[in-house]
């Protein structure tokens, strides 16, 4: 089946967030295939590189990173949603001429358009949040 | 190519960004040319609610924000009976046209649809 995720919550504060993340590595193992993770709402702080939980603890962007990079997900942030959350990639913040940014490859910063997208073109699209 | 997609709105406006980037997908889709139906369904339906004024708070009305919806032929819009009756609301006391169903018949609602999308 082609599954699409929709992450509505914040990493570490939400049980949501986590719970997103090992569903995606489930139905990875079981077969199925991820057409995109949408992460939208609170959930657009997923994509932060700026992270740094301590040792014992997981850390969220790490994993779904290393996720992407085994099964090739694409893994796609709302920019609407992020900017104004202070979560800008390289272009962002040189547009906005702010001095930092914090999202990287394989997040993407893109328009809600790719929720729809992702959406009418997956069996299923599973919320998180 | 146009697809059937209910939004269903299930949160109070105002106290979580989340009714405002709902409303925000509809928009988006309805753009993209999909059919769009919302249904408001527990706190959501205190986004309904007449006389918003939300200035004092630093927010945009959520039902000024609404407004644009005819523009993109969105219209229609269905509301709980019983959710407006637990919050002691009745149709009076709502600023857009809408449909009042009772809480047996959305499944109705819900079975027409090619996708159903919940905030």
Known sequence: ?129 | MSKNILVIQRTAPYGSSLAREGLDYVLTSAAYDQNIQMLFMGDGVFQLVKNQNSTDIQLKSQLGAMEVLPLYDIEDLYVIKEDLAERNLSESDLGLPIKVIKRRDTHTLIEQQDHVMGF
């Open chain 1, 1 to 129: 089946m082609k599954i699409s995720l929709l992450v509505l919550s914040e990493p570490y504060s939400s049980q949501s967030s986590l719970s997103a993340l090992q569903y995606a590595k489930a139905a990875l193992e079981s077969g199925h295939s991820i057409e995109r993770v949408f992460f939208y709402h609170n959930g657009v702080h997923t994509g932060s590189s700026l992270q740094t939980p301590q040792q014992d603890e997981v850390n969220i962007q790490q994993q779904w990173k290393e996720l992407s990079e085994k099964h090739q997900l694409d893994l796609v942030i709302c920019i609407a949603a992020a900017l104004k959350r202070g979560n800008l990639n390289h272009e962002e913040a040189s547009r906005y001429d702010k001095s930092q940014f914090n999202i990287e490859a394989p997040f993407e910063l893109s328009g809600l358009g790719q929720l729809l997208d992702a959406q009418i073109n997956s069996d299923q699209l599973i919320t998180f949040g």
